[in-house]
Each structure stands twice: as structure tokens, then as C-alpha cells.
T-cell receptor, first 114, second 115 residues
């Protein structure tokens, strides 16, 4: 069975400082991995995804994530936080194969202070 | 613009009532999903449908029902059998085929509150 663990429920940073949101996964297969962002009372928006191509994945709004199989990690980073980055972030793993069933982490709330 | 439309945004349900949440997509996606989100938790899958006239239970289907009569529509009914329905409900869709890695797109969500 697949699972994903987001190691921090809350992360606080100052505007202009780096962001690191940590995610570890468990999968019996070669997984697809995603990061989604959710602003308050909104749906989820895809930031980036890994599907067994390049291990360093670049996404929207300056975010990127690195797939490390040996560490079973897929941490999300951004060099410089912006106030608009304050939101909930979800790490997600999916089964390979024909149907897309996602397993979500419990989320990390990113707080950005001026 | 292509996307997923959920309605209503806010819905109040009295004890013992059934309510239906609407989900429409114009992305020409074959697969559609309903998720439930509770505070401090990730999303949990209620039902999913890979093609028209076919759907399967997800992890928390008890107290819910769905239909898929049209490709673009996947309404969710929250029945009186659902004992704790207050939550944020998210509809999503994706294309199928080609294996994993297809992006799932989400609607803006619907808040359901029991009064």
C-alpha cells in the first residue's frame, strides 16, 4: 500500500527566505508524485509532478522538488518566499497503471511573515 | 475557459435530509472523483468514475451516492445515513489512459454544514 508523510504540519518563514516543505513516501512501485497548493476555501492547484523523468522537477511560481529514491523523499523548495505563498501544501502519491488513485498527505500550512 | 464547476459553494442541511452537490467539467475528461476534506486532514476519496455509467466506491463511500449519466457531470448526494457530513467537498477530473501521472484537476469546492 502506498502512503505519504508530510513531516511538518506548519512551517513559518519570513518573506524573502527559503522555503522547505518535507515529504516522505512509501510505495511498492515506481510512483508518480505531486505537490498541490490550496488557498483558503479554494480547490487544489497543481504545483509540480514527478513521473519518472528528471529527478529535479520545476513547477509554477518558482517552486521545485527533488525525487530521491534512496531517501524515499520528495521535498518541496523555493529559494525566496513571497507573501502570496502562504497556503496549505499537499504531497500526493499515485499508483502506476491505468487508473489514477491518489493518496494525500495531511498537509503543511506555510505561514509567511513580512 | 475549461474547468470544473461545483455548486453550490455553501450548503446547509437539516438533520435527516438528503442534499446533492453538483459537479460539471468541460475538460473532456473521462475520469471524475469526489473527495472529502476535514480540517487538519488530507483529502479522502468518496467515489470515482472512470467512464460514463460506471463508478466505484472510494475509501469513505458510506452515506454517499453518485451517478454518472453524462461524461461532463458527476453529482454527489449526501444522504441522511451520513452521520457526520459537515466538511469541504472537492470534485476533480482527469484524463485516463497512458498510465499514471495524469494531472488531476480540482473544482473550487463546496462547504456543507449540518444545522
Amino acid at each position: 500500500a502506498q502512503s505519504v508523510t508530510q513531516l511538518d504540519s506548519h512551517v513559518s518563514v519570513s518573506e524573502g527566505t527559503p522555503v522547505l516543505l518535507r515529504c516522505n513516501y512509501s510505495s511498492s512501485y515506481s510512483p508518480s508524485l505531486f505537490w498541490y497548493v490550496q488557498h483558503p476555501n479554494k480547490g487544489l492547484q497543481l504545483l509540480l509532478k514527478y513521473t519518472s523523468a528528471a529527478t529535479l522537477v520545476k513547477g509554477i511560481n518558482g517552486f521545485e522538488a527533488e525525487f530521491k529514491k534512496s531517501e524515499t523523499s520528495f521535498h518541496l523548495t523555493k529559494p525566496s518566499a513571497h507573501m502570496s505563498d502562504a497556503a496549505e501544501y499537499f504531497c500526493v502519491v499515485s499508483d502506476p497503471g491505468g487508473f489514477q488513485k491518489l493518496v494525500f498527505g495531511t498537509g503543511t500550512r506555510l505561514l509567511v511573515s513580512p | 475557459d475549461g474547468g470544473i464547476t461545483q455548486s453550490p459553494k455553501y450548503l446547509f442541511r437539516k438533520e435527516g435530509q438528503n442534499v446533492t452537490l453538483s459537479c460539471e467539467q468541460n475538460l473532456n475528461h473521462d475520469a471524475m472523483y469526489w473527495y472529502r476534506q476535514d480540517p487538519g486532514q488530507g483529502l479522502r476519496l468518496i467515489y470515482y468514475s472512470q467512464i460514463v455509467n460506471d463508478f466505484q466506491k472510494g475509501d469513505i463511500a458510506e452515506g454517499y451516492s453518485v451517478s454518472r449519466e453524462k461524461k461532463e457531470s458527476f453529482p454527489l448526494t449526501v444522504t441522511s445515513a451520513q452521520k457526520n457530513p459537515t466538511a469541504f467537498y472537492l470534485c476533480a477530473s482527469s484524463s485516463t489512459g497512458g498510465g499514471s501521472g495524469n494531472t488531476i484537476y480540482f473544482g473550487e469546492g463546496s462547504w456543507l454544514t449540518v444545522v
